[in-house]
Nanobody, 121 residues
Framework: QVQLVESGGGLVQAGGSLRLSCVAS????????MGWYRQAPGKEREVVAS???????TYADSVKGRFTISRDNAKNTVYLQMNSLKPEDTAVYYC???????????????WGQGTQVTVSS
């Protein structure tokens, strides 16, 4: 069984910073993709940033230059450093991973439970 657990959310003033972490644990053979999504009240879930194994990170236009995604492959962990936060960044942030538990024979999508980020003006 695989679990993704996020941490690091909270309340911050506009212009401040937060660092989110997501640890994947359980029966993991390999992780292909890890990413961060967010969902604000009344809105659809949207991708914020993502990174493929061995690839370059990609970002939503709304966070480019402010957010940085990184991975620690040895720890099966992905981070999201969020700087210059704006009230419109307020949302529940979810970690997502595409990984294999059976030596690469099959790959599945997993989600964390989400962590709330609230940016006050």
């Amino acid at each position: 069984q695989v679990q993704l657990v996020e941490s690091g959310g909270g309340l911050v003033q506009a212009g401040g910073s937060l660092r989110l972490s997501c640890v994947a644990s359980g029966s993991i053979f390999s992780i292909n993709f890890m990413g961060w999504y967010r969902q604000a009240p009344g809105k659809e879930r949207e991708v914020v940033a993502s990174i493929m194994t061995g690839g370059s990170p990609t970002y939503a236009d709304s966070v480019k230059g402010r957010f940085t995604i990184s991975r620690d492959n040895a720890k099966n962990t992905v981070y999201l450093q969020m700087n210059s936060l704006k009230p419109e960044d307020t949302a529940v942030y979810y970690c997502n991973a595409d990984l294999s538990s059976d030596y690469g024979n099959s790959w599945y999508d997993y989600w964390g439970q989400g962590t709330q980020v609230t940016v006050s003006s």
